[in-house]
């Protein structure tokens, strides 16, 4: 059973913005300890993008900080990763991950040049 849902991806200029959203429809994010976003871009591993805990807590990957946020909306039960700036080199697929959730099947984010 999928367990957390990502949504949000698609094809944007460079220079432009997307806002990726991961539901998780069988349990409340906020009994979730960390919920992450990970991205794989082609050629490379997987990488985390950033994390939030339960307490609200924040921590991003040092290449991104500045251009990408995530968040959290306790009454939609979803966090999103909001993406600004965005570069050719950010085109991948965008995973969602919770502790003991698992991942998500991902979202496709495409930039062009």
């Known amino acids: 059973q999928v367990q957390l849902v990502e949504s949000g991806g698609g094809l944007v200029q460079a220079g432009g913005s997307l806002r990726l959203s991961c539901a998780a429809p069988?349990?409340?994010?906020?009994?979730?300890?960390?919920i992450s976003w990970h991205r794989q871009v082609p050629g490379k591993q997987r990488e985390l993008v950033a994390s939030?805990?339960?307490?609200?807590?924040?921590n991003y990957a040092d290449s991104l900080k500045g251009r990408f946020t995530i968040s959290r909306d306790i009454i939609e039960n979803t966090v999103y990763l909001q993406m600004n700036s965005l570069k050719s080199e950010d085109t991948g697929v965008y995973y969602c991950?919770?502790?003991?959730?698992?991942w998500g099947q991902g979202t496709q984010v495409t930039v062009s040049s």
């Open positions: 991950w919770g502790e003991n959730m698992g």
């Open positions: 069988r349990r409340h994010i906020s009994s979730i300890n960390v």
């Open positions: 939030i805990t339960s307490g609200g807590r924040t």
